[in-house]
Each structure stands twice: as structure tokens, then as C-alpha cells.
């Protein structure tokens, strides 16, 4: 099993930064990416920004050049620096790490919600 703890998420003037942080542990050689999602209430959800085993990151079009994901390794965490953060930002931030022990599975964190005033 693949546990996720999450951190990071707040409130924040637009134009500010927030970085998110996800904590893997348990069978974590088994990972083979990581990133976030988010919903804000009435809409769909959105991937916001994804890493894999190889580096290889994934952005939402209305992220991109604001955000960055990136990985330590030695700490079994993905972090989500946001930067220039904008009103419609505002939603709930959900953490996932795709695995697989005989099958492809996913584990989730509890959500961390980001909220930028105007």
C-alpha cells in the first residue's frame, strides 16, 4: 500500500505563491508517477501537473509557466511550487501516486484546500 500526507495549501493574495507538499510512504519502490489534482465546486477535475519515474513532468495549460512540480527522491516527496496565483486558482488540491503491485493501482491524499482572494 502507498500512503500520501499532504501539506502546504492556505489562503493567499493573487499574485502569491503557495508550494504544496506529498509524502509517500509505504510500498513506494512501486510508484511510477505522482501529481496533482484539483476541483473547485461545479466544475470537473483537473490535472494540474504530473511527474513520472523518468522526471518527466505534465502541466495544465492554465498552469503552465506558473507552476512546477518537482521530486526528492531522498525524502519520497512531490512538491507544487505555484507562483503569480490567480482567483481562479482557487480549489481543492488533491495529491495521487499511480503504482502497481500485480495491477495498476492509485492512492490519494486527503486534499488540501488553496484559496486566492482578489
Known amino acids: 500500500q502507498v500512503q500520501l500526507v499532504e501539506s502546504g495549501g492556505g489562503l493567499v493574495q493573487a499574485g502569491g505563491s503557495l508550494r504544496l507538499s506529498c509524502a509517500a510512504s509505504?510500498?513506494?519502490?512501486?510508484?511510477?508517477?505522482m501529481g496533482w489534482y484539483r476541483q473547485a465546486p461545479g466544475k470537473q477535475r483537473e490535472l494540474v501537473a504530473s511527474?513520472?519515474?523518468?522526471?518527466?513532468?505534465n502541466y495544465a495549460d492554465s498552469v503552465k509557466g506558473r507552476f512546477t512540480i518537482s521530486r526528492d527522491n531522498a525524502k519520497n516527496t512531490v512538491y507544487l511550487q505555484m507562483n503569480s496565483l490567480k482567483p481562479e486558482d482557487t480549489a481543492v488540491y488533491s495529491c495521487?501516486?499511480?503504482?502497481?503491485?500485480?495491477?495498476?493501482?492509485?492512492?490519494w491524499g486527503q486534499g488540501t484546500q488553496v484559496t486566492v482572494s482578489s
Open positions: 509505504g510500498s513506494i519502490s512501486w510508484i511510477n508517477d
Open positions: 511527474i513520472n519515474n523518468g522526471g518527466m513532468t
Open positions: 495521487y501516486a499511480h503504482w502497481k503491485l500485480f495491477r495498476d493501482r492509485e492512492s
